[in-house]
């Protein structure tokens, strides 16, 4: 494919020097392809003719590094890098290796500026593609999302400050869009040799920020962040001499990099599979993320909600066991507020503390109710469930939005207050509130078929041109015994100014409430760019 070509830099490098590279090839090729058979089988397994943004994304983005040890080493994850660490003791330890096999058969090189050349191919598309699949995102802006009603009427204290950041991105798109633009401007010159430098340094600036805001605002992505910082810091490392003489000593500098020479197959692969590159993940993963930004937002649910319930509305009676329990901000039952969004989800608060969702809210597998962005960061006793609609018989079956996932950083926060009901009701002498951890609704016929019938596939209630065999597959493969706390309730209501709710909660206990339309008016001016059509 190449021949072996004279460089004008052509020099014999230092032993120490020799030894660095050695270790630098097998650590950067170790973090610059996938790590586990999950990734290969993903790959081998697309349906090219019916993707989801999600397929390219999870191409681009996989986990990489030397982890025979697991997660952690030392007993500890070292805040997320331990694999980086194994990494570069077993590139140390392989990089030592190969130096003493080098010596022990004499064929040590002068030099090896064909191998450098080849791992900064690799290094150079890997950071590509993933900086890519990263700036999409935010080119189209899905990654945070404008807030929903719900989290507008959250207090602000009641945030965390890794969601009050997303929130402050997510109520200025643009900028969020500025942001897309310059990581997808970064990752398209990493495609091209002459243009490496630029990228490069735009990943490690645009990436660096991103690093300290994670850790400034306790985010999640701070490792796949450095990430790139640290594939872009490889690919300066040469320029920062000739950058510091240019810049700061005010000398000339004759830039000199080695590039082999390609014959005419070699050539043709090359120009073939960076076409293919380009293609792929600047054509069809932009147009599969403008799908995915227009229909099915992976943030926010994609099925949109019954019309005429949609709004805030103040709970203005409330009956449990046909029990009145009057206005009480401290009362732990009774619901304080209520929001139909405009997609499928319904929420209320509560004074009571709640499980805390911390994770991205993006959820896999991507089925609505798994898209949680409205519950995490929120704490304030917000609960938040997906619902069913059965039009029909006007009818609402719900499920929680909130699952105990082991890999998600829950932990339990909210509020407390005394004031909670705690009286017994009824002539049975039972108390309002019961608790029945077996509940029957967790068995997969909780919606009865008659129901399911007039609801329909949730699969096929968006835009025919989003559908997937991801999102296929996604909704077969679903559970049908989950356990999630479920309620099912029957909705009365003319205009959706004054709505009834009838039915049983999610512990069984019988459930009236009367909900009125309030006109909320927000400081802030609503996103023409929000996701999803609804």
């Given at each position: 494919?190449?021949?072996?070509?004279?460089?004008?830099?052509?020099?014999a490098?230092?032993?120490?020097?020799?030894?660095?590279?050695?270790?630098?090839?097998?650590?950067?090729?170790?973090?610059?392809?996938?790590?586990?058979?999950?990734?290969?089988a993903?790959?081998?397994?697309?349906?090219?003719?019916?993707?989801?943004?999600?397929?390219?994304?999870?191409?681009?983005?996989?986990?990489?590094?030397?982890?025979?040890?697991?997660?952690?080493?030392?007993?500890?994850?070292?805040?997320?890098?331990?694999?980086?660490?194994?990494?570069?003791?077993?590139?140390?330890?392989?990089?030592?290796?190969?130096?003493?096999?080098?010596?022990?058969?004499?064929?040590?090189?002068?030099?090896?500026?064909?191998?450098?050349?080849w791992?900064?191919?690799?290094?150079?598309?890997?950071?590509?593609?993933?900086?890519?699949?990263?700036?999409?995102?935010?080119?189209?802006?899905?990654?945070m999302?404008?807030?929903?009603?719900?989290?507008?009427?959250?207090?602000?204290g009641?945030?965390?400050?890794?969601?009050?950041?997303?929130?402050?991105i997510?109520?200025?798109?643009?900028?969020?869009?500025?942001?897309?633009?310059?990581?997808?401007?970064?990752?398209?010159?990493?495609?091209?040799?002459?243009?490496?430098?630029?990228?490069?340094?735009?990943?490690?600036?645009?990436?660096?920020?991103?690093v300290?805001?994670n850790?400034a605002?306790?985010?999640?992505?701070?490792?796949?962040?450095?990430?790139?910082?640290?594939?872009?810091?490889?690919?300066?490392?040469?320029?920062v001499?000739?950058?510091?003489?240019?810049?700061?000593?005010?000398?000339?500098?004759?830039?000199?990099?080695?590039?082999?020479?390609?014959?005419?197959?070699?050539?043709?692969?090359?120009?073939?599979?960076?076409?293919?590159?380009?293609?792929?993940?600047?054509?069809?993963?932009?147009?599969?993320?403008?799908?995915?930004?227009?229909?099915?937002?992976y943030?926010?649910?994609?099925?949109?909600?019954?019309?005429?319930?949609?709004?805030?509305?103040?709970?203005?009676?409330?009956?449990?066991?046909?029990?009145?329990?009057?206005?009480?901000?401290?009362?732990?039952?009774?619901?304080?507020?209520?929001?139909f969004?405009?997609?499928?989800?319904?929420?209320?608060?509560?004074?009571?503390?709640?499980?805390?969702?911390?994770?991205?809210?993006?959820?896999?597998?991507?089925?609505?109710?798994?898209?949680?962005?409205?519950?995490?960061?929120l704490?304030?006793?917000?609960?938040?469930?997906?619902?069913?609609?059965?039009?029909?018989?006007?009818?609402?079956?719900?499920e929680?939005?909130?699952?105990?996932?082991?890999?998600?950083?829950?932990?339990?926060?909210?509020?407390?207050?005394?004031?909670?009901?705690?009286?017994?009701?009824?002539?049975?002498k039972?108390?309002?509130v019961?608790r029945?951890?077996?509940?029957?609704?967790?068995?997969?016929?909780?919606?009865?078929?008659?129901?399911?019938?007039?609801?329909?596939?949730?699969?096929?209630?968006?835009?025919?041109?989003?559908?997937?065999?991801?999102?296929?597959?996604?909704?077969?493969?679903?559970?049908?015994?989950?356990?999630?706390?479920?309620?099912?309730?029957?909705?009365?209501?003319?205009?959706?100014?004054?709505?009834?709710?009838?039915?049983?909660?999610?512990?069984?206990?019988?459930?009236?409430?009367?909900?009125?339309?309030?006109?909320?008016?927000?400081?802030?001016?609503?996103?023409?760019?929000?996701?999803?059509?609804?």
């Amino acid at each position: 494919m190449t021949k072996a070509a004279p460089s004008p830099v052509k020099t014999a490098w230092k032993g120490y020097e020799k030894v660095l590279f050695r270790i630098a090839f097998i650590f950067f090729i170790a973090i610059s392809i996938p790590n586990t058979p999950e990734w290969y089988a993903q790959l081998i397994a697309l349906d090219w003719r019916h993707l989801n943004y999600r397929d390219l994304y999870d191409i681009a983005r996989f986990g990489s590094g030397i982890n025979f040890f697991g997660n952690k080493i030392f007993g500890t994850s070292l805040l997320g890098y331990a694999n980086w660490l194994t990494t570069v003791l077993i590139a140390t330890g392989g990089g030592l290796l190969w130096t003493w096999i080098v010596k022990l058969r004499k064929t040590e090189r002068a030099e090896y500026f064909g191998l450098y050349y080849w791992l900064r191919v690799v290094v150079r598309y890997r950071a590509g593609i993933g900086i890519i699949g990263f700036g999409f995102t935010k080119l189209l802006p899905v990654q945070m999302p404008y807030p929903s009603l719900g989290i507008l009427n959250t207090n602000f204290g009641d945030l965390t400050a890794q969601k009050i950041y997303w929130l402050s991105i997510g109520i200025v798109p643009w900028y969020q869009i500025f942001a897309g633009v310059v990581e997808v401007a970064a990752g398209t010159l990493l495609f091209f040799r002459r243009t490496t430098t630029l990228g490069a340094i735009l990943l490690a600036a645009a990436l660096g920020d991103i690093v300290y805001v994670n850790f400034a605002y306790d985010g999640g992505v701070h490792v796949y962040s450095s990430y790139f910082v640290l594939l872009a810091g490889f690919l300066l490392v040469n320029d920062v001499p000739n950058i510091y003489r240019l810049l700061v000593q005010e000398k000339p500098v004759v830039p000199v990099n080695y590039y082999p020479v390609f014959n005419r197959a070699g050539k043709a692969l090359r120009i073939g599979l960076k076409s293919f590159t380009i293609f792929l993940f600047l054509g069809v993963l932009f147009y599969l993320q403008l799908i995915n930004f227009l229909y099915d937002p992976y943030k926010q649910p994609a099925v949109a909600g019954v019309k005429v319930l949609r709004g805030n509305y103040n709970v203005t009676e409330f009956r449990i066991n046909d029990q009145v329990i009057p206005y009480n901000p401290l009362d732990t039952v009774r619901w304080q507020e209520a929001t139909f969004e405009n997609w499928s989800t319904f929420t209320f608060r509560v004074n009571k503390p709640h499980p805390l969702d911390l994770s991205n809210g993006g959820g896999d597998p991507q089925r609505d109710v798994n898209r949680t962005f409205e519950i995490t960061g929120l704490a304030g006793g917000q609960r938040a469930f997906h619902y069913y609609a059965d039009e029909v018989e006007h009818t609402l079956y719900l499920e929680d939005k909130y699952k105990a996932i082991p890999d998600r950083r829950n932990r339990t926060a909210g509020v407390g207050g005394d004031g909670g009901t705690d009286v017994n009701l009824g002539n049975d002498k039972t108390p309002a509130v019961t608790r029945n951890d077996k509940d029957e609704r967790q068995q997969e016929d909780w919606i009865p078929a008659a129901a399911r019938k007039n609801i329909g596939d949730e699969y096929g209630k968006i835009a025919s041109i989003a559908l997937s065999a991801r999102r296929k597959r996604d909704y077969a493969a679903a559970p049908k015994n989950e356990k999630r706390q479920r309620f099912v309730v029957q909705y009365q209501t003319t205009d959706g100014n004054h709505v009834i709710l009838t039915g049983t909660d999610e512990n069984k206990n019988r459930l009236y409430v009367v909900l009125d339309r309030v006109d909320r008016h927000y400081a802030l001016t609503p996103s023409s760019l929000q996701a999803g059509k609804y």
